[in-house]
C-alpha cells in the first residue's frame, strides 16, 4: 500500500491553543494541510495550504520544521509549527478557497467553514481520532510550544 504525505502547519497563539479548522460536510476539525504538488518543496505545501485553507499568508522564515509523523495506515505528515497572536487572528474573517464537490449537492463548497481556537484537553473533542492522537502521544502542543519558545517565537 502506498503512503500518501499531506504537509501542514501547526498555528499556536501565545498560550498554547491551536487553530482547528472545521472540514466541511464532516464533524472533524483540522490543522491546514495537504499534498505537495510535484516538485513542490513541503515548507511551501505546508504555506499554500495555509493559505488556501485560512487565507493566512506567512512568513516561511518563522516556521520551525517538526519533522515526518505517521498519521494513519496510509498517510503520513510533515509538519512545521509557528506561533500567531490570537489578537492578530480574526477567527470570523477567516476563508478558505480550496472548493470541494458537496457530498450532498455535488456543489463546489470551501474545504474548511469554520474556525476556532483549541486548547490541548479540547483536540480530542473536536479533531479525527488520528490528529487527536497524535497531539496527544507522539507530538504534544507543549512539546511543540516549547520548540516555537526555544526558536524565538
Not at 57 to 64: A, E, I, P, S
Not at 117 to 146: E, G, H, M, N, P
Amino acid at each position: 500500500m502506498a503512503i500518501a504525505l499531506s504537509c501542514g502547519l501547526v498555528l499556536l497563539n501565545e498560550d498554547g491553543e491551536v487553530l482547528l479548522a472545521h472540514a466541511t460536510e464532516t464533524r472533524h476539525w483540522d490543522i491546514p494541510k495537504g499534498a505537495p504538488d510535484p516538485g513542490e518543496d513541503h515548507r511551501d505545501t505546508a504555506l499554500r495550504e495555509t493559505r488556501e485553507e485560512t487565507g493566512l499568508v506567512l512568513d516561511g522564515h518563522t516556521l520551525v520544521e517538526l519533522g515526518r509523523y505517521p498519521f494513519r495506515r496510509d498517510k503520513e505528515l510533515h509538519l512545521f509549527a509557528t506561533r500567531l497572536r490570537r489578537a492578530d487572528v480574526a477567527l470570523d474573517t477567516l476563508t478558505c478557497t480550496s472548493m470541494f464537490n458537496s457530498y450532498h449537492s455535488g456543489r463546489l463548497i470551501p474545504e474548511m467553514d469554520a474556525y476556532r481556537w483549541a486548547t490541548a484537553d479540547k483536540v480530542a473533542k473536536y479533531a479525527s481520532q488520528s490528529l487527536a492522537r497524535l497531539f496527544a502521544q507522539t507530538l504534544t502542543l507543549a512539546s511543540i510550544d516549547a520548540r516555537l519558545r526555544e526558536a524565538g517565537l
